[in-house]
């Protein structure tokens, strides 16, 4: 299984990215995704999950109403639109695949993209 993000850089606060993550050896269509965060000298962060088939998203209150997670099961892929960025965003951001069955949790991790929001 393998996750590759692409589309972190430098950004000036106040604009965009778009972060995408192509899926490959699993059944992408079974698992929720996820993108977390880790910005230096921080733990980890959940950002934004979507269901399996799309239907349900959540997202961290800090980026409500500036992120949206889509994705599209027949590409395998997930991407986070970051609109509104702010330095507080600077942040390795992490593509996560998840499931459970039969009591046991599978993920998968991609190997993050460097997001920097500065002037």
């Known amino acids: 299984a393998q996750l590759v993000e692409s589309g972190g850089g430098l950004v000036q606060p106040g604009g965009s990215l778009r972060l995408s993550c192509a899926a490959s050896g699993f059944t992408f269509s079974d698992y929720g995704m996820n993108w977390y965060r880790q910005a230096p000298g921080k733990e980890r962060e959940w950002v934004a999950t979507i269901s399996s088939a799309g239907g349900t998203t959540n997202y961290t209150d800090s980026v409500k109403g500036r992120f949206t997670i889509s994705r599209d099961n027949a590409e395998s892929t997930v991407s986070l639109q970051m609109n509104s960025l702010k330095p507080e965003d600077t942040a390795v951001y992490y593509c996560?695949?998840?499931?459970?069955?039969?009591?046991?949790?599978?993920?998968?991790w991609g190997q993050g993209t460097q997001v920097t929001v500065s002037s």
């Open positions: 996560n695949a998840h499931r459970i069955r039969r009591a046991t949790s599978y993920d998968y």
